[in-house]
């Protein structure tokens, strides 16, 4: 997004750091999902939505050698949490994640859009 047509707000949502809390919003969605279905014991499901975390910096060094982003912020998730790290990103793609991910930013700047208007 080019500074210079967006407000604050806006540009709030189209930056690295949100993209990623959206990815990960959008990985514990699918792990309650699994928990829901019976894939996933609630104990690891609770230690997922709980612990799992990130660093934007180490994304960065990550995805030096990975050349993916997607991949660079998962293996970045699982060192934060444990043994059910291997519950993490289970089941899905990269393009699952990122484009449930860009549905939710898209709808998130309309909601701007709409606000402003």
Same mark, same amino acid.
């Given at each position: ?11 709030? #949502? ?17 792990? @309650? ?14 230690k997922i939505c709980s612990k799992a975390a990130f660093n934007l910096? @180490?994304?960065?060094?990550?995805e030096k050698t990975t050349k993916h982003d997607l991949i660079a ?7 934060? #949490? ?27 700047? #309309?909601? #701007? ?5």
């Amino acid at each position: 997004m080019l500074e210079r047509y967006a407000n604050e707000e806006m540009k709030a #949502l189209w930056n690295e750091q949100t993209k990623f809390e959206t990815y990960l919003e959008v990985e514990k969605a699918v792990v @309650r999902a699994w928990n829901k279905l019976g894939q996933i014991q609630d104990s690891d499901c609770e230690k997922i939505c709980s612990k799992a975390a990130f660093n934007l910096e @180490r994304i960065k060094e990550i995805e030096k050698t990975t050349k993916h982003d997607l991949i660079a912020f998962t293996t970045c998730v699982a060192e934060s #949490l444990g043994e059910e790290s291997r519950f993490f990103h289970y089941g899905i793609t990269s393009s699952d994640c990122i484009d449930t991910a860009m549905a939710l930013l898209m709808t998130k700047s #309309l909601k #701007l859009i709409q606000k402003g208007v």
